[in-house]
């Protein structure tokens, strides 16, 4: 277990985030510009907070952002930050579309931070990821908007190169990212789609 503290880990109690990763997204957000004012934004595995309440900063009073997790997070947005709606659903069941599109029928940025429960088998680790990150391109197929942005955490092993071309079948420009608070031991990578060119056919 890890016990030393790192920057990031006292940056995010210094600016008040429930988490560190929160620097996962900024750094990439301040590089790439692919949250904008006024967006609709769908976090996936939102859980504790970190990423909807900085989203719900950047796209302000205009916008929305909707935090979806297996846990149940409950954060108020900051003062000038869009209101941040906490669903408590497994991205895997079905359910989810029906519950998201009573909210809002799609979004401008579908973001991913989710993670599997890890074994400590890397094979096994990495095809939970594989099946959570497919998962997010379905429902990027679904919900977003029609040159809509999207950024998912994945972790690397054999099957990931084919997953970064299943992102450039939906996205016009597609980059691997690979933040500098994102631990160097990690497999972890993090994949951004810009404009998105609409859902695959058949
Ligand atoms: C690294 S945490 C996210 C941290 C978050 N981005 C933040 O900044 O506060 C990963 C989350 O993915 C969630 N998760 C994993 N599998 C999921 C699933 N099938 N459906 C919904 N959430 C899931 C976990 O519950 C966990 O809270």
């Known amino acids: 277990m890890r016990t030393v503290k790192d920057y990031y880990y006292k940056k995010a109690k210094k600016d008040k985030y429930p988490a560190r990763s929160v620097y996962k997204l900024e750094e990439a ?3 790439h510009k692919f949250i904008k004012r006024g967006d609709s934004v769908l976090d996936l595995g939102c859980f504790p907070g970190s990423w909807s309440l900085y989203a719900s900063e950047i796209v302000g009073e205009k916008g929305i952002v909707v935090g979806v997790d297996l846990q149940a997070a409950e954060n108020s947005p900051r003062a000038g930050g869009a209101e941040i709606i906490w669903m408590q659903q497994d991205i895997m ?3 989810l579309i029906t519950r998201v599109r009573k909210i809002r029928p799609a979004f401008r940025v579908l973001i991913s931070d989710m993670a599997p429960r890890t074994s400590g088998n890397k094979w096994a680790d990495h095809q939970r990821s594989m099946r959570l990150v497919r998962q997010t391109l379905l429902l990027a197929e679904e919900l ?21 071309e299943e ?12 933040p500098k608070s994102s631990r160097v031991e990690s497999r972890e990578v993090f994949v ?11």
């Open 144 to 164: 977003l908007l029609p040159k809509g942005n999207y950024y998912c955490k994945a972790f690397q092993g054999e099957d990931f190169p084919a997953f970064v």
């Open 167 to 178: 992102v450039k079948q939906l996205f016009k420009k597609v980059k691997v990212v690979k």
């Open 93 to 95: 069941e079905e359910e």
């Open 29 to 31: 957000l301040n590089k």
């Open 192 to 202: 951004l789609g810009m404009e998105f060119k609409g859902a695959r056919k058949g």
